[in-house]
Nanobody
Framework: QVRLVESGGGKVQTGGSLRLSCAAS????????MGWYRQAPGKEREIVAR????????EYADSVKGRFTISRDNAENMVHLQMNSLRPEDTAIYYC?????????WGQGTQVTVSS
């Protein structure tokens, strides 16, 4: 069973940057398209970015286009999310999972807090 562990979150000011990482154990991530998701307080979880199995195709939610970059390193069994120009509305718990979701269990997520 694949276990996902997200890391790299923290507290930053508006305009700051963070790099999130998703490490997998117990399985091979290259078998899956992967996505970064986020859930803000009182809101439903939403997809932020996704990447296909080999990294050649990516898509982003309109709210993060031009600011976030998803990447993957299949040799290291990891997926990353570079987040620049962060805004208070980016505050959420961020999770990685398969895309489409549902093929892997959810990790604990990593908290991102952006202050104005």
């Amino acid at each position: 069973q694949v276990r996902l562990v997200e890391s790299g979150g923290g507290k930053v000011q508006t305009g700051g940057s963070l790099r999130l990482s998703c490490a997998a154990s117990g399985g091979v991530l290259s078998a899956y398209g992967m996505g970064w998701y986020r859930q803000a307080p009182g809101k439903e979880r939403e997809i932020v970015a996704r990447i296909n199995w080999n990294g050649y195709s990516t898509e982003y939610a309109d709210s993060v286009k031009g600011r976030f970059t998803i990447s993957r390193d299949n040799a290291e069994n990891m997926v990353h999310l570079q987040m620049n120009s962060l805004r208070p509305e980016d505050t959420a718990i961020y999770y990685c999972n398969s895309y489409p979701e549902g093929y892997l269990g959810w990790g604990q997520g990593t908290q991102v807090t952006v202050s104005s």
